[in-house]
């Protein structure tokens, strides 16, 4: 066995390192269980129905209301309803780690105060788009120049698709760009691409999703741009 202490776990939302907010983070799966039991049965019978992804969190209320805080993209984000790569990583982002992919919606964000605590917080996430458990193929780092991330052994490839996804938290010097390719192998050796991100310049998250076939192996791929350029980001995958 191999336990985890619970202040590895880190968690991405769109831009947001949120491991410096909250102090509970909740992920989780049902699937409705349909009743067909008949006169004939002995015994209760079911068939499975719906699947139903949720995320909950639980944190520390900070005020500041800038463009790009918590408070003031939580806020946004329940008008516009738009769907945000939220990544939870149980163990933390190191490359090959366990990462719950879910392309997010917020459903409720919750402030309250109480005597004698500090002001918390709570949010609700939805499932956007269908989410998968997969794995980091980059630590939340700075990416300085051109590189590939190491490879990740599948084992074997997958037919069903895949979804990935880019976070950025940070970005500075003079006119960056950075572009990232999901890239997959049959041999660790020759690599092509399998998903590509929208070349970024500032800050902010994408959610690819992909389908058919994902070779065994899988990096990700980063080609840098400007002078002195900077991104902190993180990418993960899933195969569905």
Same mark, same amino acid.
Request: charged fraction near 10%; include cysteine; hydrophobic fraction near 45%.
């Given at each position: 066995?191999?336990?985890?202490?619970?202040?590895q776990?880190r968690?991405? *939302?769109g $831009?947001?390192?949120?491991?410096?907010?909250?102090?509970?983070?909740?992920?989780?799966?049902?699937r409705d269980?349909?009743d067909?039991t008949t006169? +004939?049965? @002995?015994g209760? =019978?079911?068939?499975?129905?719906?699947t139903?992804w949720?995320?909950?969190?639980?944190?520390?209320f900070? &005020?500041?209301?800038?463009a790009? =805080?918590?408070? $003031?993209?939580?806020? @946004?984000n329940? @008008? !516009?309803?738009a769907?945000?790569?939220?990544s939870?990583?149980?163990?933390?982002?190191s490359a090959g780690? !366990?990462? *719950?992919l879910?392309? %997010?919606?917020?459903v409720?964000y919750?402030?309250?105060?109480?005597?004698?605590?500090?002001?918390q917080?709570? %949010?609700?996430?939805?499932?956007g788009?269908a989410?998968?458990?997969?794995? =980091?193929l980059?630590?939340? %780092?700075?990416?300085t120049?051109t590189?590939?991330?190491?490879?990740?052994?599948?084992?074997a490839?997958? &037919? +069903?698709?895949?979804?990935?996804?880019l976070h950025i938290?940070?970005? =500075?010097?003079?006119?960056?760009?950075?572009?990232?390719?999901?890239?997959?192998?049959?041999?660790n050796? %020759? *690599?092509?691409?399998? $998903?590509?991100?929208?070349?970024?310049?500032?800050?902010g998250?994408? /959610?690819?999703?992909?389908?058919?076939? /994902?070779?065994r192996?899988?990096r990700?791929?980063?080609?840098?741009?400007?002078?002195?350029? !900077?991104?902190?980001?993180q990418? @993960?995958?899933?195969?569905y």
């Open positions: 066995m191999a336990f985890v202490n619970a202040q776990t968690i991405m *939302w $831009a947001q390192p949120l491991a410096a907010y909250v102090r509970t983070v909740t992920p989780s799966a049902t269980m349909l067909v006169l +004939a049965d @002995s209760k =019978s079911f068939i499975g129905g719906l139903d949720s995320l909950r969190v639980d944190g520390l900070d &005020s500041t209301t800038t790009g =805080s918590l408070l $003031a993209d939580m806020t @946004s329940l @008008s !516009s309803g769907t945000v790569a939220t939870v990583a149980p163990a933390g982002f780690s !366990s990462v *719950w879910i392309p %997010a919606k917020t409720s919750e402030p309250s105060s109480s005597v004698a605590d500090a002001v917080f709570a %949010a609700e996430f939805g499932s788009t989410p998968a458990l997969g794995i =980091s980059a630590d939340l %780092a700075a990416v120049s590189s590939n991330s190491a490879s990740q052994d599948n084992a490839s997958s &037919s +069903a698709g895949a979804v990935a996804h938290s940070a970005v =500075s010097g003079t006119t960056p760009t950075l572009a990232v390719v999901v890239q997959h192998s049959t041999n050796s %020759a *690599w092509t691409t399998l $998903a590509s991100f929208t070349s970024a310049s500032t800050v998250s994408e /959610v690819i999703t992909v389908t058919g076939t /994902v070779n192996y899988v990700a791929a980063f080609t840098v741009g400007g002078t002195t350029p !900077s991104f902190t980001c990418v @993960s995958l899933a195969r």
